[in-house]
């Protein structure tokens, strides 16, 4: 059941905006256990993850290389009921495909990556609908007391607040997860994690608004939803950030 609970949770963790570090086994606790993030590397890496990966692999996942071909925010997310709203980076994709692509198992098709990151954002929205949501307070507990980085490396020009929200993400399905599969010990119900999360996943999908962004041929963004242009949300970002120059 043990093994079970950590696949299901390494399919589902959230890769979302503030990049993988929280997702990948870089975050662990300080008493040594296993995290959803180590769970999760187990899951995209494969079950030799944690003795065979190596701090140059956890360099080019948490802070990959810019796909020229994608501007700064590829999605953005919003649930209006739940006053929720969060974009997707364009290196939360990279690191996705950098990750696939170390395992062995890469994706076949261009979209899918963002397809999965969307579809774990859903998720979310559709666990906090449903009273499975971690609080700010929860999660900066978390992330101050209970975690530290591995190789000391931590994801570049990501704030505290994004940071805050994606382990508000991840720990939500943590959660869920955890107590379904302690229903199914208890009850020896046997309900399929994996049907239930498609199944919310399906039912939240058309209650989110999501507009996806792209590079347009003639410069500029062109933004989608459900494949039909629309305006692009105010203020999103047109290029990479430059690097501020390091004090001599």
């Known amino acids: 059941m043990k093994k079970l609970l950590l696949v299901a949770l390494a399919a589902l963790a959230v890769l979302v905006g503030i990049g993988l570090a929280v997702f990948f086994g870089l975050l662990r606790d300080q008493g040594g256990g296993e995290t959803a993030g180590e769970a999760l590397a187990g899951g995209l890496y494969g079950e030799d993850v944690p003795e065979g990966r190596t701090c140059d692999d956890v360099m080019e996942i948490t ?89 000391g490396i931590a994801p570049e020009g990501l704030s505290k607040e994004q940071m805050v929200r994606g382990v508000q993400i991840n720990n939500t399905i943590n959660r869920f997860v955890q107590q379904m599969d302690e229903s199914n010990i208890r009850s020896g119900a046997g309900v399929d994690v994996d049907q239930t999360i498609a199944d919310l996943i399906a039912q939240a999908r058309p209650t989110v608004k999501i507009t996806e962004v792209a590079l347009a041929a003639a410069g500029g963004l062109e933004c989608t939803q459900a494949d039909a242009k629309v305006a692009c949300p105010l203020g999103l970002p047109t290029s990479e950030p430059t690097p501020t120059p390091a004090k001599e």
Do not use: T
């Open 63 to 151: 802070n990959p290389a810019a796909l020229d071909s994608l501007p700064p925010v590829v999605a953005v997310i919003e649930a209006e009921d739940i006053q929720f709203s969060i974009e997707i980076l364009n290196r939360s994709v990279a690191s996705l495909m950098v990750a696939r692509a170390k395992s062995g198992r890469p994706f076949a098709e261009e979209k899918q990556p963002l397809r999965e990151i969307e579809d774990r954002i859903i998720l979310y929205i559709a666990l906090v609908r449903e009273g499975f949501g971690v609080s700010e307070d929860e999660a900066r507990k978390y992330l101050e007391s209970e975690i530290h980085l591995s190789c």
